[in-house]
């Protein structure tokens, strides 16, 4: 997508339509570094973070998608787009979290066993953690133990598991069915997502909401976790 005299292009003399447009082609080009500065540009432009994220970040990453589906891109080179996006949130993550007040919840999430994909999971994040939720990210690749010891650990209200692979979402059954058996079901918000998911599928395999994206995780959550406290206040009252 770039050419060579990109290699001497300033990014500050852009304007901030052509500035996006840059960065959705170094994020193609998977440069760390560039994206790093036009984010930082933006910021000292006086653009929030979550608009930053959103029209510089997801927007650029979302034709890596459509180009990686249709064997445009190959792995090596959406794992450099991916570590150039990471770049860019590691600027904006401070900042998103800032925008909460006091903790509102606390939420364990991770990517399922035999699934890599990380990206969408750490913007979940971030935006929980903006939201002023307590977030602990146990990363990726997990299977069940390490959802089981990080619930124990950490005792949060929600359980959110990301999977992009239609061989890697059926774990989420796995995780959810022995979180029943263990009788402690009931104990967690538990919210799923990634791509190829559905409402459909959520309601299969028994979580409490599918979310389509990051922003209505924070949504869901923070209803659930309401409602949630609110029963239990009022099953505190009559029992
Ligand atoms: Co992969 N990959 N990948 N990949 N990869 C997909 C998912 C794929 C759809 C590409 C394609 O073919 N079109 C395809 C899956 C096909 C399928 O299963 N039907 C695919 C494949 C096949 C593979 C490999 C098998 C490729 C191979 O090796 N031949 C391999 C699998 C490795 C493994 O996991 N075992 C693989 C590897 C990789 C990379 C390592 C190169 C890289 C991941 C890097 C990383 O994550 N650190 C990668 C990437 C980047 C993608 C695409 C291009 C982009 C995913 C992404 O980051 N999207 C993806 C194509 C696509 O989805 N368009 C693709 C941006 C992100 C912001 O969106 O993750 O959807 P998303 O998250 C959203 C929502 O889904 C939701 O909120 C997020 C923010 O709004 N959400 C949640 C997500 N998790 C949530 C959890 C919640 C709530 C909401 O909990 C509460």
């Known amino acids: 997508m770039s050419d060579a005299n990109d ?5 500050t003399t852009l304007d901030d339509d052509d500035l996006v447009q840059q960065m959705h082609d170094d994020l193609y080009d998977g440069l760390a570094e560039e994206i790093d ?17 959103g029209n510089a970040l997801v927007d650029g990453m979302t034709v890596v998608g459509i180009d990686f589906r249709d064997g445009i891109l190959f792995v090596p080179e959406v794992l450099m787009a991916a570590n150039a996006m990471k770049a860019g949130m590691a600027v904006l993550r401070p900042l998103l979290a800032e925008t909460g007040a006091k903790p509102v919840g606390k939420m364990v999430i991770g990517t ?15 935006m929980m953690e903006g939201a002023g939720f307590e977030v602990i990210d146990i990363g990726i690749n997990n299977p069940v133990q390490n959802y089981l010891d990080a619930l124990d650990e950490h005792k949060p209200e929600i359980l959110g598991m990301s999977a992009l692979l239609t061989t890697t979402m059926p774990y989420m059954k796995v995780v959810i069915e022995t979180l029943e058996q263990k009788g402690i079901r ?13 409402e459909e599928f959520g309601k299969a395999v028994g979580a409490d909401a599918y979310c389509r994206d990051a922003a209505t995780a924070v949504e869901t959550a923070k209803r659930l976790v309401a409602a949630k406290r609110e029963a239990s206040a009022h099953q505190a009252v009559i029992g």
Request: a negative charge; hydrophobic letters at 40%.
């Open 7 to 11: 290699d001497d292009l300033d990014l």
């Open 186 to 198: 009931d104990d967690y918000v538990i919210l799923v997502g990634g791509a190829p998911l559905n």
């Open 112 to 126: 399922v066993k035999g699934d890599i994909h990380d990206i969408g999971k750490n913007l979940v994040g971030m």
């Open 37 to 53: 500065e036009g984010v930082r540009i933006l910021l000292g432009r006086g653009w929030p973070p979550d608009k930053v994220l």
